[in-house]
């Protein structure tokens, strides 16, 4: 076997000691330390080299669009309304410019894999959806990209929608996501997204319980769906924000249903943040799904950014490393075991929830990425930067060292 290259000292997820990985081709040939072949070097120095960052919730169709939009009240209604207003005047060329934007800083920041949401609608027509089937083309050799045909409107109030769904799932669509909690039939939005994720036979992913009132949630009905259509393993809910609101003894039996049931969980703590506790004037409740709890149970969990740049979240720079900062920060969590346990929900963890493989590991894909840490815990605790990746093999990007230029030398004390 002729050896490409080799990454020297590279400290994989929970090793002690730093190894060294081949690459042959787009794949990992061998992960040994003093690996011997006269193969081009990189030398990691000891940082941290996982198998790259996995993005599973983000909208690059409408990211970049805050000058298009106002923001009043901050409130989701706010959000949904001023967005389909915007979206009407979305031309396929200007998606395309704004979500590269977008995914290159993703790229840059250690993401090489993401489920991208895409709304289709009579109002969004199928321009976004036009605009990301390229993206997914043009930069499939940096990141893999699946795309999420969205319903963010409802669907029992606008049946053309879902002809349009199923047309986007002919076309190249990977998985369709629904919001019932914008729909005026709930449960009816829910069955309707299964009936056609069964059709095409494809994942489904809900925005679901997007508020801190635990009255009236639609997680049960998504429960008994996936249970009884036995879809266990391929349905994920995202926001689930209602789960903040509950106390330990709830929790933790919903915690119990979601892992036998075979539902994975997204956490999105910019937007959640930002949208949630609006109506408080003091002691603002937090409004983020505690993951980490539900992780406890055995349930599939993950980190991810959402909105970049709109009314739904008028900040961000898609680094997932700053969103499992954020996400530790706000759940209380600082032990470095903890720590690495979030950083698995942006990484293998999140890598299981789209059901993709996860590395290192020889035989597998040459997927990988440095990053400016010895260990998972020091990379979200220090929000860590990406400093080079591969994908397949090839190098996807590279980060130069910061350098710290001084007026005059410091000289040791004494001297």
């Known amino acids: 076997m002729s ?7 590279a400290r994989l997820l929970g090793a ?32 941290l080299v996982c198998g790259g960052l996995v993005e599973t919730h983000i909208h690059l169709d409408k990211a970049g669009i805050m000058s298009r939009c106002a923001i009043c009240v901050g409130t989701l209604a706010e959000a949904v309304s001023e967005t389909a207003k915007a979206k ?12 590269s934007a977008v995914l290159e800083k993703a790229v840059l920041h250690g993401t090489n894999r993401m489920r991208t ?77 299964f009936d056609i994720a069964e059709r095409f036979a494809v994942p ?54 979601l892992a036998d049931a075979g539902i994975a969980v997204t956490a999105l703590p910019a937007t959640d943040l930002f949208l949630n506790g609006r109506g408080y004037d003091r002691l603002v409740p937090r409004g983020v799904a505690p993951v980490h709890r539900l992780a406890a149970h055995g349930v599939v969990t993950s980190i991810a950014t959402n909105n970049v740049m709109n009314p739904f979240t008028p900040f961000g ?4 490393t700053r969103m499992a900062n954020l996400y530790a920060n706000v759940a209380h969590v600082g032990a470095p075991a903890e720590l690495e346990r979030v950083f698995d929900m942006i990484a293998g963890g999140a890598a ?21 840490a010895g260990t998972a815990a020091e990379a979200v605790a ?28 410091i000289t040791s004390a004494g001297s």
């Open 3 to 9: 050896i490409d290259f080799v990454i020297r000292n």
């Open 16 to 47: 002690r000691e730093p190894t060294d990985i081949a690459v042959a081709g787009q794949k990992i040939a061998a992960i040994a330390q003093n690996f011997v072949c006269d193969a081009p070097e990189h030398d990691a120095g000891g940082r």
């Open 88 to 99: 009407a005047a979305f031309t396929e060329d200007d998606v395309y410019a704004r979500a």
């Open 117 to 193: 949401f895409v709304e289709i609608d009579p109002r969004a027509g199928f321009r976004s959806f036009q605009a990301i089937r390229r993206l997914k083309a043009d930069y499939a050799d940096v990141v893999a990209i699946d795309i999420c045909a969205f319903v963010q409107e409802g669907l029992t109030n606008e049946r053309q929608t879902e002809t349009m769904i199923a047309e986007a799932l002919r076309s190249g669509a990977d998985s369709v996501g629904g919001c019932p909690y914008t729909d005026p039939d709930p449960a009816d939005h829910v069955r309707r997204i």
């Open 204 to 257: 489904v992913d809900f925005h679901l319980d997007f508020d801190i009132d635990p009255e009236n949630s639609n997680l049960p009905a998504v429960i008994a769906e996936t249970q009884e259509r036995r879809y266990g393993g391929l349905v994920s809910v995202g926001h689930v924000t209602k789960l903040s609101a509950l106390p330990p003894n709830e929790l933790d039996a919903v915690a119990r249903r």
């Open 317 to 320: 720079d898609a680094s997932l």
């Open 352 to 372: 299981k929830l789209l059901g993709a493989p996860y590395g290192p590991q020889v035989g597998g894909p040459a997927d990988l990425v440095i990053f400016d």
């Open 382 to 409: 220090q929000i860590a930067p990406a400093t080079a990746g591969w994908k397949n093999g090839r190098k996807s990007f590279a980060r130069a060292a910061p350098e710290l230029c001084r007026a005059s030398a």
